[in-house]
């Protein structure tokens, strides 16, 4: 049976990793402006507080984990009340080097691994799709271990160090995302997962996404009258059964048409579609231009 969320980081196909060292002392805050990639942090020592836009602060200490999906502005600092040095997150990351603020001298009061991550795949809106836009997670005893072989990593210069570490990192967006499901969470795949009368229909539509599905079917693998069913996967899902269907067979369509060289005609049959002009009418729809021009323009 097809596994959903290892469907969904395959197209992700994380294909570049960049981290790095932060580090404060004394009084200190930075406000960095929209980065639209997503980022992440880890609390190795110490503590900080972190404001991201439109969210309360969070007060960040040591095996905290942090995902931000699209990275929008945010603010970092020690908390204490002070004028944010403004940073543009665009020439920060192109920057290797370490970097610390406040006090220059004498040991950090805390320490960070900062990073962000680059996507293969052509639709970036994925990965913030299937999560919240801040993710803090805290008391995971695989993450706490992934995140302490990641700082060992990054401070090591092993021969293959940089693959090390993006596997490390697909590791913890794995268990980030395993994390980030359940109730507590907004809806969305993960939480659909979660649900034991909901999952075995999604893990269906992963599996045979060119299967004629109709809401009575999904609703009878459920066990579930159609409207209970229909009803209940719009609130756990946050969209309608058929809409995430197609939603799933345009993701795999742009992949097919992108990375494994199919044909316009090969990539509608794979995904349900008998009609050639009715696949290529819903992939513009969807996608905003025609199959042949996005395989054209992405391949």
Known sequence: MSDPLSDVVRLLRP???FSK???GAGTWSVRYTEFGEPSFCVVREGGCLLAVDGHAPVALEAGDFVLLPATPGFTLGSGDTHLPTRIDPHAAAARTADIRHGRPDGPPDVRLLGGWFQFDAHDPALLASLLPALVHIRGQPRLSMLVHLLGEEADADHPGREIV???LVDLLLMETLRASSGEGHPPGLLRGLAD???APTLREMHARPGHGWTVAQLAKRAALSRSAFFDR???QVGVAPMEYLLSWRMAL???LLRHHDASVGEAAERVGYGSLSAFSAAFSRYVGMSPGRYARQTG
């Open 15 to 17: 294909r570049a990793v």
């Open 233 to 235: 996967f719009t609130r």
């Open 21 to 23: 060292g932060i580090s």
């Open 165 to 167: 570490l993006a596997r």
């Open 253 to 255: 369509a742009r992949d």
């Open 196 to 198: 034991a009368r909901l």
